[in-house]
Every structure is written in structure tokens, then in C-alpha cells.
T-cell receptor, first 115, second 110 residues
């Protein structure tokens, strides 16, 4: 089954304690992306990756890091989490056919609470 | 700043009616257009995608694209209470970047 898998689904942690949210896809997609979703603000892109070892900042990258060492994995790292990073996070992947971007497949989300 | 605009709603329609959701975008270079449905606390679920001007139908759903006017719409025929959700419009251009609107909340009244 084609899927994007995020872990953990829920996490409550404290300010300053480094954490990693993992994301893995089994569709051999080149493109992967992280979003955060907050009430009234919609989906905002944090970082994206167009392929292995190619990453770039989205609209709200401050306080986050990513890496893309393998095509299937795209972890999101919070080196020193703060309460304003409390949010619902989604990982997504997609590919391209010709010049047209295909729909993104989303993971089930990670609800993160930073106390 | 490239933007995608949606009316936040809520848009209320009676059961069985047609729901019409609209989205405008600012980047004339946009090539790919998507509609996602999202239930509260859940991940976005793809409903429709469209690349060319005109209409594209899939079951009860029709996506309409007008590149000259820079809008894309989603029609839901025979609306059901289970269609009550937030509908996200997403637009993508020549790069891999996808831009999302903030969504329209649809309420289908039984």
C-alpha cells in the first residue's frame, strides 16, 4: 500500500529537549515536504526536498532542521523546541509527470505539544 | 508573495444541494491545481486535481479551472452530511513548490 508514515503521532515534551519526527514514504517520490498547521493559518511549509541531499527552506523554517540522506526518509528535527512550535505537523511526498506536479500524499500527522 | 485565496466560510448548504467552493491564485505560472478535503485533526485527502482549462468530473465532484481569470472551483453535487469538512485548494507552478489556501469550511445540513 502506497503511504507516507510519520512517527510519533502524538508527542508532549518540554522546552529545549531535542526531538525528531520521522517521515518515510514507499512510493519512490523525489519530492518531500514538511508543513505545520495552526488554526486560522492553514498549511504552512517548513522545509522541502526535491531529492536526496537537496533541501530548501519553506515559509516558516526558523527553529527547524531537516535532512534527506535517503530518498524514502525526510526527518524533521527540532533542536531546541519552544512552545510556539506546538502545532499539527504533516509530511507529504509527490512526484512529477512531465512538467506537471502530481498530487501530494500526506502522512497522518504528528500532534506536537511543547510545554 | 504568491498567494492562494479561499473564503473561510462556513458555507452551509442543505443535504442534496450543490456546494460550490472557489479559489483564486496570484501566480500566472501555476500549472497544477488540487482540491483536498480535511476533517478536523486529520490529514488532507485528495479529492480532485486538474491541469487544463475547463471542467473535470469524478463522481459527485467537478473541478473547474479558468487560467485567464486565475480561479479554480470545486462543485459537489448531491451534498451529504459526510461532506462536511474543510476544503483546501492547492496550487503548484513550474517548481515543486505547492501553495495552499487556508481552506473553506463546508457544512451540509441534514
Amino acid at each position: 500500500e502506497a503511504q507516507v508514515t510519520q512517527n510519533p503521532r502524538y508527542l508532549i515534551t518540554v522546552t529545549g529537549k531535542k526531538l525528531t519526527v520521522t517521515c518515510s514514504q514507499n512510493m519512490n517520490h523525489e519530492y518531500m515536504s514538511w508543513y505545520r498547521q495552526d488554526p486560522g493559518l492553514g498549511l504552512r511549509q517548513i522545509y522541502y526536498s526535491m531529492n536526496v541531499e537537496v533541501t530548501d527552506k519553506g515559509d516558516v523554517p526558523e527553529g527547524y532542521k531537516v535532512s534527506r540522506k535517503e530518498k524514502r526518509n525526510f526527518p524533521l528535527i527540532l533542536e531546541s523546541p519552544s512552545p510556539n512550535q506546538t502545532s499539527l505537523y504533516f509530511c507529504a511526498s509527490s512526484t512529477r509527470t512531465g512538467s506537471s506536479n502530481q498530487p501530494q500524499h500526506f502522512g497522518d500527522g504528528t500532534r506536537l505539544s511543547i510545554l | 508573495q504568491k498567494e492562494v485565496e479561499q473564503n473561510s466560510g462556513p458555507l452551509s448548504v442543505p443535504e442534496g444541494a450543490i456546494a460550490s467552493l472557489n479559489c483564486t491564485y496570484s501566480d500566472r505560472g501555476s500549472q497544477s491545481f488540487f482540491w483536498y478535503r480535511q476533517y478536523s485533526g486529520k490529514s488532507p485527502e485528495l479529492i480532485m486535481f486538474i491541469y487544463s482549462n475547463g471542467d473535470k468530473e469524478d463522481g459527485r465532484f467537478t473541478a473547474q479551472l479558468n487560467k485567464a481569470s486565475q480561479y479554480v472551483s470545486l462543485l459537489i453535487r448531491d451534498s451529504q452530511p459526510s461532506d462536511s469538512a474543510t476544503y483546501l485548494c492547492a496550487v503548484s507552478g513550474g517548481t515543486y513548490k505547492y501553495i495552499f489556501g487556508t481552506g473553506t469550511r463546508l457544512k451540509v445540513l441534514a
